[in-house]
């Protein structure tokens, strides 16, 4: 019911900065949450940041002040803007939406990004 498809990850060095972006194609004429998740090899995946439709948004505290994420409910789009770039910030980054509070999650395919001097 939604495809997501990221854009925008690549290799950065330390203290750099760089924008994800998503894009959602549904039916669905709104998305309730747009999130963005990481997972770095050999550890879970988590969640970065969320937004709801409503305007909510929360971070994990280790990106809390270095992430931005924005909505363009319009386009069906979601973006995450990462300052200050540090090694441990190197991860896949997985797009996420979920319709409803209590709906299914969908996810992207992913893109890679790696922070390294």
């Known amino acids: 019911q939604v495809q997501l498809v990221e854009t925008g990850g690549g290799s950065v060095q330390p203290g750099e900065s760089l924008t994800l972006s998503c894009a959602a194609t549904?039916?669905?004429?709104?998305?309730?949450?747009m999130a963005w998740y990481r997972q770095a090899p050999g550890k879970r995946r988590e969640l970065v940041a969320r937004a709801t439709i409503d305007g909510a948004t929360n971070y994990v505290d280790s990106v809390k002040g270095r992430a931005t994420i924005s909505r363009d409910n319009v386009k069906k789009m979601v973006f995450l803007r990462l300052n200050n770039l540090k090694s441990e910030d190197t991860a896949v980054y997985y797009c996420?939406?979920?319709?409803?509070?209590?709906?299914?999650?969908?996810w992207g395919q992913g893109t890679q990004v790696t922070v390294s001097s």
């Open positions: 996420n939406a979920r319709l409803g509070p209590e709906e299914s999650d969908y």
């Open positions: 549904t039916a669905w004429f709104a998305i309730y949450a």
